[in-house]
């Protein structure tokens, strides 16, 4: 079965960085679009980033974009998300999702992360 497992969440304070793993097994990694998405108390979960099969470009949230950065190791089967120049406003759960594609918006694919906290304090 696919298990996503993601790390390297934490609290930290503002202007710093943090990088998340995550790590894929169950699939072959290298034909799946791989993607972050977030949720913050009280609100709806929210695309972050997503990094592509084909090696294209990858796609970021208006919101993250600049500070943000996601890649890929195929030969690990590991998806990072390396978070710079972090914001209160960036505190949320963050999960890790495969299979993912895109139409109008990122939509996100089948299988999901348990998630990982991000609190960022001012």
């Known amino acids: 079965q696919v298990q996503l497992v993601e790390s390297g969440g934490g609290l930290v304070q503002a202007g710093e960085s943090l990088r998340l793993s995550c790590v894929a097994s169950?699939?072959?990694?290298?034909?799946?679009?791989m993607a972050w998405f977030r949720q913050a108390p009280g609100k709806e979960r929210e695309f972050v980033a997503a990094?592509?099969?084909?090696?294209?470009?990858?796609r970021y949230a208006d919101a993250v974009e600049g500070r943000f950065t996601i890649s890929r190791d195929n030969a690990v089967n590991t998806v990072y998300l390396q978070m710079n120049d972090l914001r209160v406003e960036d505190t949320a759960v963050y999960f890790c999702?495969?299979?993912?594609?895109?139409?109008?918006?990122?939509?996100?694919?089948?299988?999901w992360s348990p998630g990982t906290q991000v609190t960022v304090s001012s």
């Open positions: 999702n495969a299979g993912g594609f895109l139409r109008d918006s990122y939509e996100s694919g089948l299988y």
């Open positions: 169950g699939l072959t990694f290298h034909k799946w679009n």
């Open positions: 990094v592509w099969a084909t090696g294209s470009i990858p």
